[in-house]
């Protein structure tokens, strides 16, 4: 399970690295480029809700092998595509293929290990991967994007998913138990189309879809949201149950894990285009400094199962406040800087960042019902990539508004601004998580 997850985050930040090349090769525009980014996480956030509830109800084992499917294949086309297009959509793909993963993984491991210390170690282990795949798959993408081998990285993706379903298959029991539930068709419909329509139009901003379009697709998401929502309170057996959102531990999940996305995976997705635009640094000298930040954050993740005492809201809370002095510690580029002066930072951020995944991974199923474990680990991994969505386009918007506009200095100017404010949110995200005590009893 956790070899799994390893392989979505590493999929996940494929393009961070082959995007120009990508580009060249498939003719690909300004608007699209953007696009490159992105496509992964509409993916993501649009189906994980919609993947905890399947997995809920035709059981976690078979969702979540068809989840590791769905990314091979995805990861095939992406690797064939001769235009954009095509490519988007292998990119799409592969994002409801992992959304299939992520929200039956720790659905899994609530069964497969009992509430205590086992539980702890089990979702530390979790944590970590979430770290390592972003470090590993930066590692792989530069040791196969041989100039313009990008298409390797893709195919090597295709292979590994595909075995580890096979494994899956074999190796891994059945673990929890069905729920039949009357089947909500028109919930996740709604969710999804209000989810892509935000999403669209968050994208839009920095992908020339033009301020009316930004607009229209931003209003629609809310009008779908608001039905979607209207819809639910009606439904004996909905999609989700609103009532978690009184839950407050359900809710401190929730924030940190919006929260982690926005702020942390946000500013560290763009971290390497301006590294080297503005400072003209390698794509491996980059890599090597987000290997740094996620080797930190996985021996982080791995190092706090030794701690089970330490209760999953305390921890979180810590993590992101970690995480808030990291990112405060990146807002030092100047033209004349050198790249290494966000070293310090990294290290403190891959502490936070390994602190608040390994808590999450506690919070996301600790509050609520054992049959609806799946569910719990989609909406906590929703909450998280939409804040990543949103977090790359105000970081992208923040950094490129910095003036002069269009030269190192107005980058790394936006730049940092960019990690004062995501540090401002981290702290902000902390204090919310410690204020809302869980109910005892």
């Not at 120009?20 to 525009?29: F, S």
């Not at 086309?77 to 299939?100: D, I, K, M, N, P």
């Not at 009357?182 to 992908?207: K, Q, W």
Request: aromatic residues 4%; hydrophobic residues 55%; glycine residues 16%.
């Amino acid at each position: 399970m956790s070899a799994s997850t390893l392989l979505v985050l590493a999929t996940f930040v494929t393009p961070l690295a082959t995007g120009v090349r990508t580009a060249a090769t498939l003719g690909t525009g300004a608007g699209g480029q953007a696009w490159l980014l992105s496509a992964m996480s509409v993916g993501l956030a649009a189906a994980l809700l919609v993947a905890g509830e399947a997995a809920d109800q035709l059981g976690r084992r078979p969702v979540f092998i068809g989840g590791l499917v769905l990314l091979g294949l995805g990861a095939v086309l992406s690797a064939v595509a001769g235009s954009t297009g095509v490519f988007l959509a292998g990119r799409l793909l592969e994002g409801v293929g992992g959304a299939g993963v992520l929200a039956c993984s720790l659905g899994l491991l609530s069964a497969a290990f009992p509430v205590g210390p086992a539980r702890a170690r089990a979702t530390a282990a979790w944590g970590a991967s979430v770290g390592a795949g972003t470090g590993l798959g930066s590692i792989l993408t530069v040791a196969l994007d041989t100039g313009t081998g990008w298409r390797a990285t893709y195919a090597v993706t295709a292979v590994l998913a595909l075995v580890l379903a096979g494994s899956t298959r074999l190796l891994l029991p059945d673990l929890g138990t069905r729920t039949p539930r009357r089947l909500d068709v028109v919930g996740p419909l709604l969710l999804v189309a209000a989810l892509s329509c935000v999403l669209v139009g968050l994208v839009g901003t920095r992908s020339g879809l033009g301020t009316g379009g930004v607009v229209s697709f931003l209003v629609l998401g809310g009008v779908l949201l608001v039905a979607f929502v209207l819809v639910e309170t009606r439904l004996a057996e909905p999609l989700v149950d609103l009532a978690l959102f009184r839950v407050p531990g359900f809710v401190g999940a929730s924030i940190g894990a919006l929260v982690t996305g926005a702020a942390v995976v946000g500013l560290m997705s763009f971290l390497p285009t301006v590294l080297q635009r503005a400072l003209g640094e390698s794509l491996l000298s980059v890599t090597l400094l987000v290997l740094v930040w996620s080797a930190v954050s996985t021996v982080t993740a791995l190092a706090v199962r030794w701690v089970p005492a330490l209760g999953g809201r305390t921890l979180l809370a810590l993590g992101l406040a970690v995480s808030a002095a990291g990112l405060a510690s990146l807002a030092v580029l100047s033209p004349d800087g050198s790249a290494l002066r966000v070293l310090p930072g990294l290290v403190v951020l891959g502490v936070g960042y390994g602190a608040a995944n390994a808590a999450l991974g506690r919070e996301a199923v600790a509050h609520v019902p054992a049959e609806r474990a799946a569910m719990g680990s989609g909406a906590n991994n929703t909450a998280r990539y939409v804040g990543a969505a949103v977090g790359v386009t105000l970081v992208v918007l923040i950094t490129v508004s910095g003036a002069p506009a269009g030269t190192a200095a107005g980058l790394t100017s936006g730049w940092n601004a960019a990690a004062l404010a995501g540090a401002l949110l981290s702290v902000a995200g902390a204090a919310g998580v410690l204020l809302i005590r869980p109910r005892r009893g």
